[in-house]
């Protein structure tokens, strides 16, 4: 399959990403095939995907992704890592006690030495802060992502689910460090358009990339849910926490109406999703998850495509 990945600008930064990027949450876990985890890597680069996401919580279990990408990155991507672009975070619970989760230096700087040892290398391209911690100071939290950088365990630094006013607090401290924020990662889909409301502008004042999560609703957006649940599938897999038959059953009403919008278009849903992501100038990469090298074609075929027509925007924006 041929592709035209396009790469945009993160804000202001030196940096390009491409319009399709791969998170490895789930399906690079304990339970994944090496051989297929190795083929969507190999065929991601193929694809002008250079970008790839990971948290040290990846799996399940917490770890096995990162650990899983390391032995495939050392075994048979070494001579390709600098056509890679690798993010990690820490943040969420990875280890039992007062220090194995949240903002806090303690964790932050233990988390990211924990993710460096299993993907075997000595930086990372991108560190994020992985969550808000109410309870820790900003600055703690601020300070421990620029020590990252300045140790030369990280290049850039990011941000992950941070509501506007804190994101732009946290965007303010790492300017005055000189250690800007290259990019806030946050959900944006069809089913979610919540960030519209004030992520999105403040992202935009920031001037930092933007990189969005669960484009497809995991899955749910590519229609694959409309007769119930396919026994091999994210909501039939017991470690999915956030995706469920329940869940689908809820949304499975608006995402019948996309799937006929994106039928009379002359799409399948899943291009559709990606699409309209893409459409918005402000965001620098569609980050897809993917089981299979076929998904993930599919979804990289999103990039380089002509703007959705004010019709099938219309007509979404109608369902809102
Ligand atoms: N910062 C955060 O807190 C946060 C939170 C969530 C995610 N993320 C990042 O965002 C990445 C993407 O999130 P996500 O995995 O939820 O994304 P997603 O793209 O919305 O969902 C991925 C799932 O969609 C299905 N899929 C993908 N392409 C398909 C295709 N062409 N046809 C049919 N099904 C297809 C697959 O489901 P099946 O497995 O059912 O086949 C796949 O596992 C994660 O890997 C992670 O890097 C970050």
Known sequence: ???????????????????????????????????????????????????????????????????CFGRLLKNDFAARRDEMFISTKAGHLMWPGPYGDWGSRKHLLAGLDQSLRRLQLDYVDVFYSHRPDPQTPLEETIGALVHAVHSGKALYVGLSKYPPALFNRACEMLKEEKVPCLLHQFRYNLLDRS??????????????????????????????????????????????????????AADRERVAALQQIAGQGGLSLTQLALRWL????????????????????QCAAASGQEPLPQDVLDAIDALA
């Open 1 to 67: 399959m041929m592709t035209d990945m396009q790469y945009r600008r993160c804000g202001k930064s030196g940096v390009l990403l491409p319009e399709i990027s791969l998170g490895l949450w789930h399906n690079f876990g304990g339970g994944a095939d090496p051989d297929v985890c190795r083929a969507m890597i190999g065929r991601a680069l193929d694809l002008g995907i250079c970008h790839f996401d990971l948290a040290d919580n990846y799996g399940p279990p917490p770890g096995s992704a990162e650990s």
């Open 195 to 248: 960030c519209e409301r004030a992520v999105l502008s403040e992202v935009e004042e920031q001037q930092t990339g933007a990189i969005v999560f669960s484009p497809l609703a995991q899955g749910m957006l590519t229609g694959k849910y409309l007769d119930g649940v396919p026994s091999v599938s994210r909501a039939a897999d017991d470690s999915s926490v956030f995706l469920d038959a329940e869940k689908v």
């Open 278 to 297: 893409l459409r918005r100038e402000e965001i620098t990469s569609v980050l897809i998850g993917a089981r299979t090298v076929e998904q993930l074609e």
